[in-house]
């Protein structure tokens, strides 16, 4: 949810790069997988929401065990940054919510 704020809007490399292992994970997801769900997003916002309605079957656990990799990744790589001065800004934060 939201926009990385790490560069530019269209320069933003951790924006792009959540959002392409996101809707790729979500497209695998139902491709691959077969599995049905709900999404709900708003681009401007930089927000998406994806609700499985049943039991996720082991494909699309695999599936989502590999975005959380990716995210965690991203987040270790460009989560804090040091910027002048020493202070440190923070652009990314991974927060898994299981419900």
Known sequence: MGHA????SGKDIV??????LVINTLNAIEVLANEHMITESDEKEGYIECQFP???NDKTK???D???MG???IEQNYGKRKRLFFKE????EL???EV
Not at 15 to 20: D, E, G, L, R
Not at 89 to 92: G, N, S
């Open 66 to 68: 590999s975005l959380v």
């Open 71 to 73: 995210l965690k990744e």
């Open 62 to 64: 695999l599936l989502m």
């Open 54 to 56: 049943d039991e996720i």
């Open 5 to 8: 704020g790490f560069g530019r």
């Open 95 to 97: 927060i898994i919510k």
């Open 15 to 20: 924006c792009a790069s959540i959002s392409i």
């Open 89 to 92: 800004k923070r652009y990314f």
